[in-house]
């Protein structure tokens, strides 16, 4: 296994607990995206096209996404072998004004919001951000911290992103364990101020911190946070290390999880939510062992985010359609995390 996937597999796997973060009003939005899923192709048209070209979409990878961005050859986002082409094949063929950030996922959040604000600065156009688990947490920062971002970003959408932190690195920064993480990172040009940034106190701390301004952000600007769990697999099915993952966290923490990221903690305190099952973590971003569209995906969200701009006088807490094909219900609660 390569060292990028091993620590992208290691070091956001095991998210923290939040008691607090899950007292606020959520609306499960599931529901509606099964629906706008099975009639995409009749709902999202050239009015659709359209009104998406008047923005920029900045897509913003996660944790050592550039380590796999970087590799090989540069070439046609239609190859279809790293994060977001597939989008980006879409949305160039679609004419619509997209940029995928090389962040640097191991920095600080502050330095990653530093060059995240620098896009959202030189677009001419209004932004819509796309980000993906780590990536989510970077999103966060810049649009609590940076206010010319703030005021140019008109919506949201989150995949897999884990806000509470993670219990493996509150382990790889342990005294006798910290000097050989940052070593390996070192050998990859890497620091290890990211790991720092999730350290489970750091984002309990951070979300107790910024709660005011979170909620003062999710009832201002359209925001989904999409979140997966994948079951195990049973014979037959391809050994990965995502299926590793799941069958660790069942096992030891008894939670329904993507592979890295427990179900419960992808979901933005405030925010309208998708819950989705059968998804691994790198599905809705790149190719895995099993057949996913991500462009119906990223159709489906974008189209229920578009009517969330459309309705400027609801907030961004309610959804148009009613969530009635699932059952409502504690995330919190559905995937067994109980706060400290």
């Known amino acids: 296994m390569k060292l990028h996937h091993l620590l992208i597999a ?5 998210n923290a607990r939040s008691p607090e973060a899950w007292a606020l009003d959520q609306r499960d939005a599931t529901g509606e995206y099964m629906k706008t899923w099975r009639q995409i192709d009749a709902e999202f048209g050239d009015p659709q ?5 008047r923005y920029k979409l900045i897509l913003v990878p996660g944790f050592l996404s550039d380590l796999v961005i970087n590799s090989g050859a540069p070439g046609n986002p239609c190859q279809a072998d790293k994060h977001f082409d597939d989008q980006m094949c ?8 997209y940029q995928r950030i090389t962040m640097q996922a191991d920095e600080s959040l502050s330095r990653n919001a530093e060059i995240l604000e620098e896009a959202i600065a030189a677009s001419e156009q209004d932004v819509i951000l796309i980000s993906h688990s780590k990536g989510g947490i970077d999103s966060l920062e810049a649009l609590l911290n940076r ?10 959408i989150s995949i897999q992103a884990p806000f509470f932190g993670s219990l493996l690195a509150d382990w790889a920064l342990k005294e006798g364990i910290r000097p050989l993480v940052q070593r390996a990172l070192r050998e990859h040009g890497k620091s290890i101020e990211s790991l720092e940034s999730m350290q489970t106190l750091e984002r309990k701390a951070y979300y107790r911190l910024h709660k005011e301004e979170i909620d003062s952000l999710v009832g201002e600007l359209p925001v989904l946070s999409f979140s997966s769990w ?5 014979g037959g099915q391809a050994y990965t290390v995502f299926s590793l993952l799941r069958g660790l966290l069942f096992q030891w923490l008894g939670v329904q999880n993507d592979g890295m ?11 309208d939510f998708v819950r ?12 895995q062992c099993v057949d996913f569209d991500r462009v119906r995906f990223t159709k489906t969200l974008l189209s229920m985010l578009l009517k969330r701009l459309e309705l400027s006088g609801v907030s961004a ?8 094909e699932t059952g409502g219900g504690p995330i919190l609660q559905e995937s067994g995390l109980r706060g400290p």
């Open 276 to 287: 989705i099952p059968s998804l691994s973590h790198d599905d809705p971003v790149m190719p």
């Open 49 to 53: 096209v359209e009104r998406l070209r």
């Open 147 to 156: 206010p010319a971002a703030r005021q140019k970003v008109k919506g949201w």
């Open 90 to 97: 879409w949305l160039e063929r679609l004419a619509v004004p």
């Open 230 to 234: 994948k079951e195990e697999e049973g």
């Open 261 to 271: 990221v427990p179900l419960a903690s992808q979901v933005l305190p405030g925010t």
């Open 317 to 324: 807490g309610t959804s148009p359609i009613a969530p009635t």
């Open 10 to 14: 290691c070091l956001i796997t095991f």
